[in-house]
């Protein structure tokens, strides 16, 4: 099959050349992919015009409802995917997690984007700052999407999980991509391109796929856009430096394949729960997807007493390990994605064997299941051992992208930590411990020098996602050699792909803008209580001012007695001295509770419950005799998704502000009512 990129709404074969694509497994020719003939400049141009504009005029619950039925979709085609993924020398386990654990991301950037962003096209960020000593001036920060586009430069080892888990966070932020997969396994992020395509859920221009050479592509990235690449420090290093991104200040994120490391603690000896867990999550780490993970474990850390051990379990375990054919049955692992990468893995093996032994592994493998050893491109599973980690550093520097994986002894917490450390940055490191001040230390001296440590053992093992699992809600990146990025992280990953900016004015005009309630804005006040109204019919800034209340002594003790809160500056005293209470206080519970008791319209209307309470400050004690009073404010409105047989709803957020004679706010609070439409 001939490969083809999807570019200016239609499909397109390369018009010469490209690159030949094979079979991992037999060496059999697939077909070519070729972007000759294709001008990267219109492309992109393309995705910013047409893409990103339709996406920008979506708000973030469309744009993340929009990823849910994609996801649903790509989900009823997850069998034909993994028939191609199989070709790239996937087992099914293998092929799970990309496929799956890609289209896993467009689930939760769809929850994110509903459950935790605005029903608008722009978000805000923090609180308002009141700048003017009288509140006349303020300002709110906010983000709004990037005119650009996002470039996607991605590697060879997961085509669809590469793909889904970046696209899942531009499109939630509503920025329109240009994919450009790796070539050497672009058929199969093809294959899912074509059914994102075919849906037509997302808006024409959202996606749009490279298949074969981008060379030349950052010649026309501009400093609206956002450029991320998956793969190699070195090429990283190089596409950092290319002159347009430099001379533009061209944003540029970078997940780099890292040096990571696993550290067996003191505690986990051989025999016990924990040291089982360690050798079974290493092992697992060198096999999955044959080694070819950015996250996988290449620099096996343990205590210097504890060597020979882990050496016969983990060599005990790997010999288990049956190469062949990831969809014959018996096979636990395929070969590598090209003949290319097995060559280039072979070679890493044997500059890490100048200064490290061989323990076992090291060559194509045999025995090899319905694969051919000299066509595929196989290694087998290869554990070395450094003897003096700190005067033989190749470990720390050098990767061998596959099965491969090197002992490394330390003799005290302080080797560990810095062991760790010797790698210039991972994507992820792991404790494997029960000792939780062993764990506390490592954690906190090595975080500098990790974007994601797990510490893992016993108690955890059976539900923990493993070491090498980047997750959505979790930044995936890291410093130094890892690439100094970020990717995902829930909610810190849609920022990137939008600017923040700080805009100032008076509060009223800022209340219009953001469309939430700032400080100091002006507030509109009509015969009609707020909760009397629908919640279509609110407006932010509508107010209530409340009737007054006088505390009592008796409101105090009878507070005291239904809540059993018989804190002694409510009820005695006597114990006052040396307090910062000049009397006996009411509860700040009971101050709140009155308050509603004061602002809420008793009838049944359009409010239909109390939602939560997001922010409450006590700011000013009230003594007895007080007299409060209540502004409730119309602060903010967030549409609410509702099932079938639900009542169509918001949530409305109030500003609950309580003062007293004097006119000073002794209670403010956000609380969230239930209204419906």
């Known amino acids: 099959m001939n490969v083809e990129s999807y570019i200016l709404g239609k499909w397109h074969m390369g018009e010469s050349g490209g690159s030949d694509l094979f079979n991992a497994t037999t060496g059999d020719l697939i077909g070519k992919a070729s972007t000759a003939g294709i001008d ?64 896993g991301n467009l689930f939760t950037y769809s929850s994110i984007g509903r459950r935790q962003m605005p029903d608008q096209t722009f978000c805000l960020d923090g609180a308002p700052d009141t700048i003017s000593r009288k ?53 199969l992020t093809e294959v899912v391109v074509r059914e994102i395509i075919k849906s037509k859920i997302l808006p024409e221009g959202s996606v749009q796929l490279l298949c074969g050479s981008a060379n030349g592509i950052l010649d026309h990235v501009t400093s609206s856009d956002v450029v991320t690449f998956t793969g190699s420090a070195s090429t990283a290093n190089m596409l950092k430096s290319h002159k347009n991104v430099m001379e533009n200040n061209i944003p540029f994120n970078v997940e780099a394949d890292s040096l990571n490391c696993s550290i067996l603690g003191p505690d986990a000896a051989p025999g016990t729960a924990d040291f089982d867990i360690f050798i079974k999550e290493v092992s697992r780490e060198m096999t999955v997807k044959a080694g070819q993970k950015c996250t996988a474990i290449r620099r096996t850390i343990v205590p210097a007493d504890y060597v020979e051990d882990v050496q016969k379990a983990l060599i005990k375990r790997l010999e288990k390990t049956t190469l062949g054919n990831p969809l014959a049955e018996g096979v636990r692992m395929g070969p590598l994605a090209s003949k290319a990468q097995q060559t280039e893995v072979l070679e890493k ?30 290694v087998a599973p290869t554990l070395l051992y450094c003897d003096s980690p700190f005067e033989k550093t ?118 219009k803008i953001t469309n939430k309630f700032i400080p100091g804005a002006e507030r509109v006040e009509s015969g009609i209580h707020p909760f009397r109204k629908n919640f279509g019919q609110l407006q932010i800034g509508d107010t209530y001012t409340t009737h007054k209340r006088t505390i009592t002594e008796a409101d105090i003790v009878n507070f005291a007695n239904i809540s059993w809160d018989h804190f002694y500056a409510h009820t005695d005293e006597t114990s006052l001295d040396g307090s910062f209470f000049e009397g006996r206080v009411a509860h700040g519970y009971f101050i709140i509770s009155a308050a509603a008791g004061l602002f809420v319209s008793p009838k049944k209307g359009p409010v239909l419950a109390n939602y939560g309470l997001d922010e409450l400050r006590f700011i000013k004690p009230v003594y007895v005799g007080a007299t409060i009073g209540v502004k409730l404010t119309c602060k903010e409105k967030v549409d609410q998704e509702v099932k079938e047989d639900e009542i169509p709803r918001g949530v409305v957020k109030w500003q609950v502000d309580v003062t007293d004679e004097t006119g000073e706010t002794v209670a403010l609070a956000t609380i969230l009512t239930l209204v419906a439409k």
């Open 135 to 187: 509140g006349g001036f303020s300002a709110q920060h906010i983000y709004v999407p990037k005119k650009g586009c996002a470039v996607h430069i991605n590697a060879f080892n997961f085509p669809v999980w590469g793909m889904l888990e970046k696209i899942a966070v531009n499109i939630v932020a509503g920025v329109a991509a240009v994919v450009k997969p790796a070539t050497v396994t672009c058929y």
């Open 394 to 511: 190749d470990i720390h520097s050098v990767e061998a992208f596959g099965p491969v994986s090197t002992i490394i002894p330390y003799k005290n917490t302080d080797e560990a930590i810095e062991l760790s450390h010797m790698g210039k940055g991972s994507l992820v490191s792991s404790i494997v411990t029960s000792d939780s001040n062993f764990a506390t230390e490592v954690v906190i001296e090595t975080a500098s020098s990790h974007g994601r440590i797990l510490v893992l053992n016993e108690s955890c093992s059976k539900e923990s996602t493993g070491h090498g699992s980047p997750l959505p809600g979790l930044v995936h990146g890291g410093p130094g050699r890892a690439g100094g990025g970020e990717e995902m992280g829930g909610i810190r990953g849609i920022y990137h792909y939008m600017q923040r900016t700080a805009v100032q004015g008076h509060p009223t005009m800022l209340t």
């Open 40 to 103: 990267f400049g219109e492309v992109l141009d393309y995705s910013r015009s047409v893409g990103s504009k339709k996406l920008r005029s979506m708000t973030f619950h469309e744009r993340a409802r929009a990823l849910k039925a994609l996801a649903m979709h790509l989900m009823e085609k997850k069998e034909e995917f993994y028939k191609i993924s199989a070709l790239s020398g996937a087992t099914r386990v293998d092929s799970w997690i990309d496929i799956e654990g890609g289209i």
């Open 349 to 378: 093996i044997m500059e890490l064997r100048k200064s490290c032994e061989l323990l076992v592994g090291g060559t194509t493998g045999e025995n090899i299941i319905d694969g051919s050893a000299d066509k595929g491109a196989f």
